[in-house]
């Protein structure tokens, strides 16, 4: 606060420099996830950052990196960045890994040696609510009898996927699985 003022002047100012890039240039906004902790956990939802930022700006791709999906609801992901993508007529970019802060799943009660397992499984559930056809899912974590899910991404067949890869080889993996 010494610094940056309160949360509020501090997400504010961080607009304004985000659509000021925008004008500088810049290609793409990526908004980072963090949770309980000053550094980042300002930002625990990329895409509420993203959504406004999609009003504030025309051209720059709108990113997520990362989302860290196994801390979410894969149904509850797949509406807000459809959302966004929409609002910002097709200009979202949908960052995904496990994250690296042990101290999210402990706060969250999420067990992390699942964390591969669920975001897996996570992925596959908001590819299948973004094609804009009911479906059903029966896996470890989530069953879904004829579900569909609105609104479907401006994107087709979806927006583009990014996976974050850094120490384990298991996402390296999903990454060339996935395309």
């Not at 240039?25 to 625990?44: M, Q």
């Not at 496990?98 to 992390?112: A, K």
Request: aromatic fraction near 10%.
């Amino acid at each position: 606060p010494d610094v940056d003022g309160s949360a509020g002047q501090l997400l504010r100012r961080w607009l304004d420099l985000l659509t000021e890039s925008e004008t500088l240039g810049f290609d793409s906004l990526w908004a980072n996830e963090h949770h309980f902790d000053a550094y980042g956990g300002i930002i625990p939802s990329p895409p509420t950052l993203l959504a406004a930022m999609s009003q504030r700006t025309q051209r720059v791709r709108l990113g997520t990196s990362i989302v860290v999906l196994p801390l979410h609801s894969p149904i509850e992901i797949a509406e807000q960045l459809a959302m966004v993508d929409l609002m910002s007529n097709g200009r979202v970019e949908f960052g995904i890994g496990r994250g690296f802060v042990e101290f999210d799943y402990e706060r969250l009660h999420v067990p992390r040696e699942d964390s591969n397992e669920r975001m897996r499984e996570e992925l596959d559930i908001i590819l299948k609510a973004w094609s804009g056809e009911p479906f059903n899912h029966r896996g470890r974590f989530y069953q879904y009898e004829n579900m569909e899910v609105w609104p479907k991404p401006e994107q087709q067949p979806h927006p583009p996927i990014w996976v974050s890869c850094a120490r384990s080889p298991s996402s390296f993996a999903l990454a060339g699985e996935k395309g």
